[in-house]
C-alpha cells in the first residue's frame, strides 16, 4: 500500500533528519542532500509496510552512500563542519583545547576508514542499532557485523595511535 | 601480546552489551592483569564517546526546503498528471463508445463463413456475425451454388480437381462463362445464377467440349500476338436444383437431389449485411467430399 501523503510528511519528519545525518558523516553535507532527497522518491514509489519503514530507509541510504564512495573519489574530501566548542564556560581551557584537537585526530582517522567500517560505527554508536539491524542494513551477517565492528574499532585505535607517535 | 587478540574481540563486544555476565567477569579479570587490553578498551570507550558526541548536521531550514521539493516532486506531480489525463482518457472513451454505436463493435472480427456442414442433402452455411434482418430476403433469393472443377483449389496440377489450362491468343478468349464464374460483383449481380449455371452444359469427361469459343484458340503465331496461359476456363457444372433458407445466421441450401461432390462456389449477395452493416456478400469456395466440408476461401 503507498503511503498517504499526510503519511510521508509523518515518516519525512521522523527520518529525514537521522538519515541526512548518517549520509552526511559518510558523504558530505551536499550529497547527503541529493541522496535523502533519492530515498524519500524511492519510498514514494515503493510499497513498504509500516513497520519496516527504518529499516528500509536506512537500508536504502546505506546503499545509496557506499554507491556513491565507488564511483567517485570526493569522499574524502567532503566538507564536515568542525567540531563545536562544547566545554562549559568554566572548563579548562587547555582541557577543551586537547578535546578539539582529539577530535580532529579522531576525524580524519575515521574518514580513512572504508566507508563499509565507518557506516558499521555509525550505526552500532550514533544510531543505537543491534548487530540484527546492522545486519539487515547492510546484508552482512550478524558474526560478521560482530568482528567488524572489533575490526574497525581496533583499526581506528591504531590510526590514532601512529598520529599520535607522528 | 599474542593471546590478547581474543581479549580485544571480548572488549568490543562487552561495549556493545553482548558479553553474558560470566564472560564478561572474565573479561575484567584479565583486563586486571593486562595494561594493553586496558588500553585497548579505553579507547574503544573513548572513540564510541566521541562519536555519539558530534554534533547533527541536519540543517532544520535545509531539511524543511528538502521536505518541499519532495512533495513536489511526488504528491504534487502526481495530482497535476491526473488532472491533466483525466480529459483525454474522457475524450478517448467517448470516441471509443461512439465509434462502437456506428460502426459496430470494434473488437469483433469481420462478417465470415465460420462453418459449412452437410447434413443428408442439406448444407449448412454457418457465418460469424448475425446477419442484417433486413437482407435477408435477398439471402433466399440471390444465393447463387455453382460447382465443378474449375472452383477448385489451385494445389498441383496433378489433382483430379485442377483447373484446365490452354494456351491462348492475348484477348483471344471471351463469352459470359469467363466472367461470373470469377468476378464477385458481376456474378452477385446477376441473380439469375443458379439457373445460368443449371442451363450450361456439363463438362465432358476431359473438359475439351466446355470450351466454346474454338475458333478463338488459334495457334500462337508471332504476327498475330503473344502467346498467354489462361486457366479455369472451363464453364460452370451444372448443380442439381436447390431451395435456400436462413436460420438465424445460417444459411441452408437444401438440395432435391444428392450434394454435389468436389468443389462448390458460394455466392452471396453484395447487398447481405451483417447486423452492423458489414458485407457477408462475397464469394465463398468449399470442397464437399461426401460428407467432409473444407472452406478453402476466402
Known sequence: MAHSEDEFEAIYDAWAPALFNFAARLVGCQEARDLVQEVFLRLFRARVAQDKVRPWLYQVTYHLCIDHHRKSNAARTYPVPDFP?????????????????????????????????????????????????????????????????????????????????? | MADCSYWEYQTSLALDGELSPGANDEMFRHLAECPHCRLVKDAFEKSAQVLRALPDLADPDLLAGLEHDIIQKTYRTRRKLNGRLLWPAAALLVAFTAANLWLGPLWQRPALLAAAVAQGNRLELTFNQPMDGTSWPETVTKTGITAGPEYAPRVGSSSPAAPLSLQATANSLAGPEFGPARGGPATSANPALPQTAQSLPAPAAGGSSAIKHSDDLAPSHPLTGPTRTFSAVAPPAAAPPYTVTRQGNTIVVSFAGPLPQGPVQILIPASVRDRWGRPLGQAYLIVIDHGKITIKSP
Not at chain 1, 85 to 105: M, Q
Not at chain 1, 148 to 161: D, K, S
Open chain 1, 85 to 166: 566548542d562544547r566545554g562549559s564556560p568554566d572548563a579548562n581551557p587547555e582541557t577543551v583545547y586537547l578535546a578539539k584537537e582529539f577530535t580532529a585526530r579522531f576525524l580524519a582517522a575515521f574518514r580513512d576508514l572504508p566507508p563499509e567500517q565507518q557506516a558499521l560505527l555509525l550505526l552500532r554508536e550514533r544510531n543505537n542499532a543491534s548487530y540484527q539491524e546492522i545486519a539487515a542494513i547492510t546484508g552482512f551477517t550478524v558474526e560478521a557485523v560482530r568482528s567488524r565492528l572489533y575490526r574497525t574499532r581496533l583499526a581506528l585505535h591504531r590510526a590514532l595511535e601512529k598520529g599520535e607517535a607522528n
